[in-house]
């Protein structure tokens, strides 16, 4: 067989035509004045058809040495990319070809050839493994013993491309081999820790870093070599050398930190001298550690000595360093139009009726990760691990650096400013008691005459909101609250665009806290937002909307009043008509009028149904673009149908019934229909969240279709990937209970689907979401008050896990039914719950109170019903088995 390959291998030689011509095409392809790339890829493309043009590429490659470096690695690349779809349907032939001239360059004397060598190396071991190739090993093996530098770091960027690609391959047993091949590298690696090369002491020591978090039995064994390995270079000259022992560190905290509590000390001692490197790339690698050790969650006491030397470190290292490109940003002047580039992508998060609300992390001010956010992180997680304990060490440097008041300094006054904001959560207890004097000395800082110092104080304001609406009851605290009210508003019309950003966001938090404490301001805010919303560039554009939603979100019905609304409504109708259908501006818009119909409910209908008709439209127009782009004229993007679909929603909830006559008039039940089934995940949740909000104002239009948005919902309960699909699950769910509500018999043919879907979801209670399991507690319920004669026959397989789940279920309306649902199972089938009577006592304790007379009635009637049916002291056993605060409970139930 090898005698065949390599006669194979032999008789393959390329023509002098074909090698000009390719030759030709590279060199016009990589030549910066060609004027037509396109066309020159065309007739790349046209030669890849050709079976031999991958070995075209390779011989270049490896032998045209009379072209330019720049050809032979273009045809490199190219290769790598043909071989990437076209490997596996090669001749075996052709494969034996370009393996056997990939080899021999591992050693070649330009490095970039070697580089583009090792590239394509790990694509094929990537597509094929190293098992197909066992004469890979051998030269790599042979290059690394070579003592010939071009050949060691030839075959060191190899393996290190596969190590950091594909580490898995070298640690996996091989047929034909003694062990496995990490084993055979593992110690080639360590020795060159040792080499005067600093490429290959890089090389060697990424591709080990690259193991830990797999951490095969060879590197395990070797930890001690592998640690002795890191501490001998933890000093090295090069500084890519440091910034991996740094993140080598990094990740055994994280991954494994027992190899290294022996050495803590030195580790700590080691990352707080890095910490002050003078190459801040290797800074903030060591910076990483300290998030790292408190997310571990290993013994705080390991840190606490080395925190006031830490401290002064993380502080310093805050302030924005000379060259920080946010200080050329900065000054930019609010009335440029934003670029493409300066728009960051936006995600919208489908709807989820529930109770995981999704936190949103603290937003950024600009999305670039450094130095300086690094050491800001860190110190805010290090507050929340050692609280107060670290302010007589931060106070101090940030009292200092806030007093220097020269122009020269205001770099540090703004660190100290982001040091406050840091702290504001971990520390504020300590904070407390002098946080009016705190807040009195960040409100001028609002008007400072630095953009940046401007833009944090909005901030470092906002991270104290909820405090400062605590102190709203008394006097001082109210003045102060409307000061920085006040200033935030002063601050969103800032000429800045930094600072209006900063300020929305600063404000958006507010709101939230605030909530009807703003109502008495609500025309002056009214008239900033919109006074913004005029003045704006697209980008922060987006933050107004969302700040005007918050808004809404907070305020509610207060914003239903007619001099609001004309403040509010005209400039967003303005907008909505100058924006077409397949413009992305839309979003936030569409968003924001999500929050403005919840808001104003039924004071919404004035504007309602161009809203509604322009939804359906983008729906429809967006369908059509799924299937036919051309007809339609527009690209299929599906966050048009979430946006549109969530909106809808809103309306349904504003509205309520006052919807119905818009539903009536076109042809919603079929689109959404159509989104129930949609492929994507996030189109089907946003779907089931309408069809549960329709179900509840006017299930009457969806009766049409009724069965099929049933079984629709119901296969949404039964898939092998709910994991992955467990917000699209939990609104369909929910939508199934509230169509069973309102349509009654109609849900019977579906109810046991979605009864034998149920009842393990509730029985994999601690592996799935609380929402879930909440919602499908209620469905149960509900299908169970609906049709208790279906559902009570197999009472015995769900009553303890359903009544968990109900037990840890808030008092609402939807309880309510869940519990019309248990007593009219009871009725029915009393023997059904006996075994679980201990379950549901608890159940039914879980309620604070009751407020439906006729449901308390029914409840006392099941609990006395149980005690007369068990006798000889079978009830007093069952009472005895309760905690003392449920008996105290079920007392109001009078047994």
Same mark, same amino acid.
């Given at each position: 067989?090898?005698?065949?390959?390599?006669?194979?291998?032999?008789?393959?030689?390329?023509?002098?035509?074909?090698?000009?011509?390719?030759?030709?095409?590279?060199?016009?392809?990589?030549?910066?004045?060609?004027?037509?790339?396109?066309?020159?890829?065309?007739?790349?493309?046209?030669?890849?058809?050709?079976?031999?043009?991958?070995?075209?590429?390779?011989?270049?490659?490896?032998?045209?040495?009379?072209?330019?470096?720049?050809?032979?690695?273009?045809?490199?690349?190219?290769?790598?990319?043909?071989?990437?779809?076209?490997?596996?349907?090669?001749?075996?032939?052709?494969?034996?070809?370009?393996?056997?001239?990939?080899?021999?360059?591992?050693?070649?004397?330009?490095?970039?050839?070697?580089?583009?060598?090792?590239?394509?190396?790990?694509?094929?071991?990537?597509?094929?493994?190293?098992?197909?190739?066992?004469?890979?090993?051998?030269?790599?093996?042979?290059c690394l013993d070579s003592n010939d530098l071009n050949h060691m770091e030839g075959a060191m960027d190899a393996l290190s491309k596969i190590c950091e690609d594909i580490?898995?391959?070298?640690?996996?047993?091989?047929?034909?081999?003694?062990?496995?091949?990490?084993?055979?590298?593992?110690?080639?690696?360590?020795?060159?820790?040792?080499?005067?090369?600093?490429?290959?002491?890089?090389?060697?020591?990424?591709?080990?870093?690259?193991?830990?978090?797999?951490?095969?039995?060879?590197?395990?064994?070797?930890?001690?070599?592998?640690?002795?390995?890191?501490?001998?270079?933890?000093?090295?000259?090069?500084?890519?050398?440091?910034?991996?022992?740094?993140?080598?560190?990094?990740?055994?905290?994280?991954?494994?930190?027992?190899?290294?509590?022996?050495?803590?000390?030195?580790?700590?001692?080691?990352?707080?001298?890095?910490?002050?490197?003078?190459?801040?790339?290797?800074?903030?690698?060591?910076?990483?550690?300290?998030?790292?050790?408190?997310?571990?969650?290993?013994?705080?006491?390991?840190?606490?000595?080395?925190?006031?030397?830490?401290?002064?470190?993380?502080?310093?290292?805050?302030?924005?360093?000379?060259?920080?490109?946010?200080?050329?940003?900065?000054?930019?002047?609010?009335?440029?139009?934003?670029?493409?580039?300066?728009?960051?992508?936006?995600?919208?998060?489908?709807?989820?009726?529930?109770?995981?609300?999704?936190?949103?992390?603290?937003?950024?001010?600009?999305?670039?990760?450094?130095?300086?956010?690094?050491?800001?992180?860190?110190?805010?997680? +290090?507050?929340?691990?050692?609280?107060?304990?670290?302010?007589?060490?931060?106070?101090?440097?940030?009292?200092?650096?806030?007093?220097?008041?020269?122009?020269?300094?205001?770099?540090?006054?703004?660190?100290?400013?982001?040091?406050?904001?840091?702290i504001a959560e971990g520390c504020i207890s300590g904070l407390y008691p002098h946080l009016h004097e705190i807040v009195a000395f960040l409100i001028p800082l609002l008007?400072?005459?630095?953009?940046?110092?401007?833009?944090?104080?909005?901030?470092?304001?906002?991270?104290?909101?909820?405090?400062?609406?605590?102190?709203?009851?008394?006097?001082?605290?109210?003045?102060?609250?409307?000061?920085?009210?006040?200033?935030?508003?002063?601050?969103?019309?800032?000429?800045?665009?930094?600072?209006?950003?900063?300020?929305?966001?600063?404000?958006?938090?507010?709101?939230?806290?605030?909530?009807?404490?703003?109502?008495?301001?609500?025309?002056?805010?009214?008239?900033?937002?919109?006074?913004?919303?005029?003045?704006?560039?697209?980008?922060?554009?987006?933050?107004?909307?969302?700040?005007?939603?918050?808004?809404?979100?907070?305020?509610?019905?207060?914003?239903?009043?007619?001099?609001?609304?004309? +403040?509010?409504?005209?400039?967003?109708?303005?907008?909505?008509?100058?924006?077409?259908?397949?413009?992305?501006?839309?979003?936030?818009?569409?968003?924001?009028?999500?929050?403005?119909?919840?808001?104003?409910?039924?004071?919404?209908?004035?504007?309602?149904?161009?809203?509604?008709?322009?939804?359906?439209?983008?729906?429809?127009?967006?369908?059509?673009?799924?299937?036919?782009?051309?007809?339609?004229? +527009?690209?299929?993007?599906?966050?048009?149908?979430?946006?549109?679909?969530?909106?809808?929603?809103?309306?349904?909830?504003?509205?309520?019934?006052?919807?119905?006559?818009?539903?009536?008039?076109?042809?919603?039940?079929?689109?959404?229909?159509?989104?129930?089934?949609?492929?994507?995940?996030?189109?089907?949740?946003?779907?089931?969240?309408?069809?549960?909000?329709?179900?509840?104002?006017?299930?009457?239009?969806?009766?049409?279709?009724?069965?099929?948005?049933?079984?629709?919902?119901?296969?949404?309960?039964?898939?092998?990937?709910?994991?992955?699909?467990?917000?699209?699950?939990?609104?369909?769910?929910?939508?199934?209970?509230?169509?069973?509500?309102?349509?009654?018999?109609?849900?019977?043919?579906?109810?046991?689907?979605?009864?034998?879907?149920?009842?393990?979801?509730?029985?994999?209670?601690?592996?799935?979401?609380?929402?879930?399991?909440?919602?499908?507690?209620?469905?149960?319920?509900?299908?169970?008050?609906?049709?208790?004669?279906?559902?009570?026959?197999?009472?015995?397989?769900?009553?303890?896990?359903?009544?968990?789940?109900?037990?840890?279920?808030?008092?609402?309306?939807?309880?309510?039914?869940?519990?019309?649902?248990?007593?009219?199972?009871?009725?029915?089938?009393?023997?059904?719950?006996?075994?679980?009577?201990?379950?549901?006592?608890?159940?039914?304790?879980?309620?604070?109170?009751?407020?439906?007379?006729?449901?308390?009635?029914?409840?006392?009637?099941?609990?006395?019903?149980?005690?007369?049916?068990?006798?000889?002291?079978?009830?007093?056993?069952?009472?005895?088995?309760?905690?003392?605060?449920?008996?105290?409970?079920?007392?109001?139930?009078?047994?």
């Amino acid at each position: 067989m090898a005698a065949a390959a390599a006669a194979a291998t032999a008789s393959w030689q390329p023509q002098e035509e074909g090698f000009k011509e390719i030759c030709g095409l590279l060199e016009q392809h990589i030549s910066p004045s060609s004027s037509d790339k396109s066309q020159i890829l065309q007739q790349l493309q046209h030669y890849s058809q050709f079976p031999d043009f991958n070995n075209y590429l390779a011989f270049i490659l490896a032998h045209a040495e009379a072209k330019s470096v720049e050809v032979r690695q273009a045809a490199g690349l190219l290769l790598k990319n043909n071989l990437r779809s076209a490997f596996k349907s090669m001749s075996p032939a052709n494969q034996q070809y370009i393996k056997s001239e990939l080899l021999p360059c591992l050693g070649a004397a330009d490095r970039h050839i070697r580089s583009t060598v090792g590239t394509v190396i790990s694509v094929i071991v990537e597509l094929g493994g190293v098992f197909g190739w066992p004469e890979l090993l051998q030269a790599l093996a042979n290059c690394l013993d070579s003592n010939d530098l071009n050949h060691m770091e030839g075959a060191m960027d190899a393996l290190s491309k596969i190590c950091e690609d594909i580490p898995q391959v070298l640690d996996s047993d091989m047929p034909g081999l003694a062990e496995r091949p990490i084993n055979v590298f593992l110690p080639r690696l360590f020795q060159f820790f040792k080499s005067p090369h600093a490429s290959l002491r890089k090389l060697s020591l990424g591709s080990v870093n690259q193991y830990i978090m797999l951490m095969p039995t060879a590197l395990y064994v070797s930890m001690d070599q592998y640690l002795q390995g890191l501490f001998v270079l933890a000093h090295d000259p090069a500084a890519e050398v440091r910034k991996l022992v740094c993140a080598a560190f990094v990740q055994l905290i994280e991954v494994r930190p027992s190899f290294l509590e022996p050495h803590l000390k030195n580790v700590i001692e080691y990352m707080l001298q890095v910490n002050k490197d003078t190459d801040d790339e290797v800074a903030l690698e060591a910076c990483e550690f300290w998030s790292a050790y408190c997310d571990a969650q290993l013994p705080p006491e390991n840190l606490r000595e080395f925190l006031p030397r830490l401290i002064p470190v993380l502080l310093s290292n805050m302030i924005y360093s000379e060259d920080d490109e946010t200080l050329v940003d900065a000054e930019e002047d609010g009335s440029l139009p934003d670029r493409d580039q300066d728009l960051r992508p936006r995600f919208h998060s489908s709807r989820l009726h529930g109770s995981d609300s999704v936190e949103d992390d603290d937003d950024d001010i600009v999305n670039v990760w450094n130095l300086r956010k690094c050491s800001a992180a860190a110190l805010d997680i +290090i507050s929340n691990v050692f609280g107060d304990e670290i302010l007589p060490t931060l106070m101090p440097i940030v009292q200092a650096k806030l007093s220097a008041t020269d122009d020269a300094s205001w770099r540090e006054r703004e660190a100290a400013v982001l040091a406050i904001g840091a702290i504001a959560e971990g520390c504020i207890s300590g904070l407390y008691p002098h946080l009016h004097e705190i807040v009195a000395f960040l409100i001028p800082l609002l008007d400072d005459k630095f953009p940046l110092i401007r833009s944090i104080s909005c901030w470092t304001l906002s991270r104290f909101s909820k405090f400062i609406v605590q102190g709203i009851g008394h006097q001082k605290g109210y003045e102060q609250f409307d000061k920085i009210l006040m200033g935030l508003l002063r601050r969103i019309l800032d000429t800045n665009k930094r600072v209006q950003e900063a300020a929305c966001s600063a404000f958006a938090t507010l709101e939230e806290e605030a909530a009807e404490e703003l109502a008495p301001r609500l025309e002056t805010i009214l008239q900033h937002l919109m006074c913004a919303f005029g003045k704006y560039q697209r980008r922060n554009l987006r933050i107004v909307y969302d700040a005007i939603g918050t808004l809404a979100d907070a305020v509610g019905g207060e914003l239903n009043q007619p001099t609001y609304l004309d +403040i509010l409504m005209p400039p967003l109708i303005t907008k909505w008509q100058q924006l077409s259908n397949s413009d992305k501006d839309l979003f936030p818009l569409l968003e924001c009028f999500t929050s403005i119909a919840q808001a104003l409910g039924t004071g919404f209908s004035q504007f309602a149904e161009p809203v509604f008709q322009r939804c359906l439209t983008i729906i429809q127009t967006q369908q059509l673009a799924k299937v036919d782009p051309v007809s339609a004229g +527009i690209q299929y993007d599906k966050e048009f149908i979430v946006c549109c679909l969530d909106l809808l929603s809103g309306l349904a909830e504003g509205l309520g019934s006052g919807i119905e006559s818009l539903v009536s008039q076109g042809n919603l039940r079929d689109l959404l229909l159509q989104c129930c089934m949609d492929d994507a995940s996030d189109v089907r949740q946003s779907a089931f969240a309408l069809l549960g909000d329709l179900a509840r104002v006017c299930p009457v239009h969806l009766r049409p279709r009724l069965s099929e948005f049933l079984d629709v919902a119901a296969k949404q309960l039964n898939t092998p990937k709910l994991k992955e699909t467990i917000s699209v699950a939990n609104n369909a769910c929910w939508a199934i209970g509230e169509l069973a509500v309102k349509v009654n018999q109609d849900i019977s043919p579906i109810v046991m689907t979605v009864i034998s879907c149920l009842v393990p979801i509730l029985q994999h209670a601690e592996e799935l979401n609380k929402s879930l399991i909440e919602n499908g507690a209620i469905t149960l319920g509900r299908l169970a008050w609906v049709c208790p004669e279906l559902v009570s026959p197999h009472m015995e397989h769900f009553m303890q896990s359903w009544c968990t789940a109900l037990s840890k279920i808030r008092d609402d309306i939807e309880k309510e039914d869940a519990f019309r649902g248990l007593c009219a199972m009871v009725r029915a089938n009393p023997s059904g719950a006996l075994n679980s009577l201990v379950f549901m006592c608890k159940a039914i304790a879980s309620w604070h109170e009751i407020r439906s007379e006729e449901l308390h009635n029914e409840v006392c009637q099941v609990l006395h019903g149980y005690k007369q049916m068990l006798r000889n002291g079978a009830w007093e056993q069952c009472m005895s088995a309760l905690e003392p605060p449920v008996k105290e409970r079920l007392s109001k139930y009078q047994v």
